[in-house]
């Protein structure tokens, strides 16, 4: 069977960790293929608030491989940190493996990190100087914890042993999954506006978040890709600096803040709030190839009598067209034939932009509240 990639549509924050935690029943692997623990995926399970940094969003699901690709930096005191909380290298043996090629967040990059990554906004974890070092091809990968290297063995040395086991060829393994017939999703983090090639640089990630880094980051190959699943918030939010032109630094923004509840996984920080904008929407999708859209957060609209789309004007402007806010409780819903028509009217617009269908609706951060259109 064919791989499925989900991927961001913006800053990130679009909750995908949700959106992979809800499809993952379908699928034999779960595989992020880029980033570190500077992305935060927030999972709900019955009222129960699991927060992944370095784990696949499959990891609650036991039927699930869970599979960390060579194009993602690890920091591996946080990865022992949470296998652990998952129960321990136990419980999860044969369901967690782990590139031999993805390299080491060391706390010489974290420290470089902390003392450079402020004019960009980073989150300080040392993801950017791991990927600088990775490309200077001095880094460190999860081979030397295999082959024994004296400096990564004393840097890490309680949680090597912690992570040894789960160290494999990842290539290896996803091409004998796929040529057998398993379901594999691709778990992207952050999201396309923060591609290092593709966004708003230089206040961006350290890696790609959009469609060729699933395949670099994976060593699958285009042909193993069926399908692009797009994930939006029903409006907008980034976190750091960076350009932000639809944002409400207001009271409305503080509203979207409040219901929203739009504060970092990672690190707590505020999150800038505002609606969504039609062209970098539009050009998401065409980067990625997107051919389903799923939108996260219809509920905290519940509570807005107007929700206006930005569309740019040429000039550094903006200009707002109006959609009537449906004044109902969306939240929870897991009916389409209950969903407000204005609702449904607001959705149908974003299918318009995006040029793909809109395939499933998050209406509360729980696994389960979801409407399938």
Partial sequence: MPADVVLGLS????????VVDYLAKNYDYVVRFHGGNNAGHTLV?????????????????????????????VDPLQLAKEIEEHGGPTALKGRLFISH?????????????????????????????????????????MEDIINGDIEVWDTFREVCGIIEPFICNTQNLLHTAHASGANILLEGAQGTLLDIDHG?????????????GALTGTGLNHKAIRKVI????????????????????NDIGDKLRKVGGEYGTTTGRNRRCGWLNYSDLRKACELNGVDEVVVTKLDVLDQFKMIPVGYPNGLERIQYSEWNGWNRPTKGLRDKTLLPQDALKYIQHISTI????????STSPEREDMIVL
Avoid: W
């Avoid at 800053?11 to 949700?18: A, V």
């Avoid at 609650?60 to 930096?73: D, E, F, M, R, S």
């Avoid at 708003?200 to 060729?212: A, K």
């Fill in 11 to 18: 800053y990130g924050d679009e909750g995908k960790g949700k």
């Fill in 200 to 212: 708003t640089y230089p206040f961006v990630t350290s890696s790609n978040c959009t469609i060729g």
């Fill in 354 to 361: 995006t040029r793909a269908p809109v395939t499933h609706i």
């Fill in 230 to 249: 797009g994930v939006a918030k029903a409006y907008t939010t980034r976190v750091g600096e960076g350009p932000f032109p639809t944002e409400q630094n």
């Fill in 45 to 73: 399970l019955n009222g129960h608030r699991i927060a992944v940094h370095a784990l696949p969003s499959g990891i609650l699901h036991p039927h699930i491989n869970n599979v960390i690709g060579n194009g993602c930096v």
């Fill in 101 to 141: 090629a993805a390299h080491l967040i060391t706390p010489t990059s974290i420290n470089v990190d902390r003392a450079t990554g402020a004019t960009v906004g980073t989150t300080g974890r040392g993801i950017g100087p791991t990927y600088a070092a990775k490309m200077r091809r001095t880094g460190l990968r």
